[in-house]
């Protein structure tokens, strides 16, 4: 695909922006479908959904939008997942989430009311980072 894209750039933007579109659209369908709580202020909910969104994205782009001698291996893949959870997870616990134009979506971590949901988000980041590790070792092999 990408010496598709080389050539035809203006059908390449197109096909970037329904990809994004397509994955945010689809995150939310599954989660309907699974009935989870489609509440992207609920904290434990943000890995949940930055996950699959980064995945789609980034094997996307090295797919269709790198060069053949620039993509990425299996292991630099999970190296990628792990490292974005272990930034994600920092700036969580101690920031949150904010837009430009809106201010502060997610609260920090230190200061959710919920010590439920506290635990639970710490966990589910673990568990993606823990995931991503155990995959770069068995690629290693």
Not at 96 to 122: A, M
């Amino acid at each position: 695909m990408y010496p598709f894209f080389q050539k035809h750039k203006v059908l390449g933007f197109i096909s970037d922006w329904l990809i994004l579109i397509i994955t945010v659209l689809a995150i939310f369908k599954i989660s309907e479908l699974v009935k989870a709580p489609v509440n992207i202020n609920t904290s434990w909910c943000i890995p949940l959904f930055l996950n699959p969104y980064f995945i789609v994205l980034l094997i996307y782009v090295n797919k269709c939008r790198e060069s053949p001698k620039n993509r990425m291996s299996s292991s630099d893949f999970f190296r990628a997942f792990r490292s974005f959870n272990n930034i994600a997870l920092i700036s969580h616990m101690t920031i949150g989430t904010y837009t430009y134009t809106h201010g502060q979506i997610v609260k920090p971590l230190w200061l959710e009311n919920n010590i439920r949901y506290i635990g639970i988000t710490i966990a589910i980041y673990i568990s993606f980072i823990l995931i991503y590790s155990l995959l770069i070792k068995i690629v290693k092999k």
